[in-house]
């Protein structure tokens, strides 16, 4: 196949709701730094990583002043299948073309003490061109912040690739002040996750959130 199917799989992406999508070149990547090891998938061979991108609702985000709200959690588990829906149609597109293809789940954890899926969508992303890590450990889009939920394809596929943009958060410290639990810091190595998972455990038993989920650092950075 050549490198033309590229713009075929951003358009099944974007006609399904994507606002963003990239490849990445995922050879010479430290894959145990962005993913668990998993007995049930072997990723092996596929070096291609798909990323795309779903803005989630400004209106929902707004609510989610100073704890998560239900209506986010509901949100948010829905935008979860809607990446999951556009990974299988993607990876079905793939497969029948010959490829092997892994559709990485939107939201499974494979290590719950490292707390990692198969692989970081988020840093996959970043690998894409989509945006830098932020303070907050969030990806943030130069244009939609860190309002963005990412899903991820794995594949043999050779594409052209997108590279990492060089950009940063600069003076902005929005996600730090908004922070319930003081766990973001200056910069990305002050980020605490141990304090961040406490606070959102408190947060949702506090408010009877079925879902690990805070959603206010993601509130306070909407990009431009």
């Known amino acids: 196949m050549s490198l033309s199917e ?4 951003e358009a099944i992406a974007r006609r399904n709701g994507a606002v963003l999508f990239g490849a990445a070149d995922l050879r010479g990547i430290d894959l145990a730094a962005i993913s668990a090891v998993s007995q049930e998938v072997s990723l092996s061979g596929l070096w291609t990583a798909i990323s795309y991108g779903y803005r989630l609702s400004d209106l929902v985000v707004e609510g989610v002043v100073d704890h998560p709200t239900r209506t986010y959690q509901y949100h948010y588990r829905q935008v979860n299948l809607l990446l999951d829906h556009i990974g299988l149609i993607m990876a079905s597109h793939l497969q029948a073309l010959g ?9 499974q954890i494979v ?39 990412y899903g991820t394809v794995l594949t043999d596929l050779v594409l052209p690739y997108d590279k990492p943009i060089e950009n940063g958060c600069g003076v902005c410290r929005r996600c ?12 990305v190595a002050g980020f605490d996750l141990d304090k961040c998972l406490r606070t959102i455990d408190e947060l949702r038993q506090r408010e009877n959130i079925g879902s690990r ?7 306070a950075c909407p990009g431009t």
């Open 6 to 9: 590229k713009p075929n799989l």
């Open 99 to 107: 490829h092997t293809v892994f559709p990485v789940p939107s939201s």
């Open 111 to 149: 290590d719950w003490t490292t707390y990692k899926g198969h692989i970081s969508h988020k840093a996959v992303a970043r690998l894409a061109g989509l945006g830098w890590i932020g303070r907050s450990n969030l990806l943030v889009n130069p244009v939609h912040g860190a309002r963005v939920r």
């Open 176 to 187: 730090v002040t908004a922070c319930p639990g003081q766990a973001i810091g200056e910069d």
């Open 213 to 219: 989920i805070c959603g206010i650092c993601v509130r």
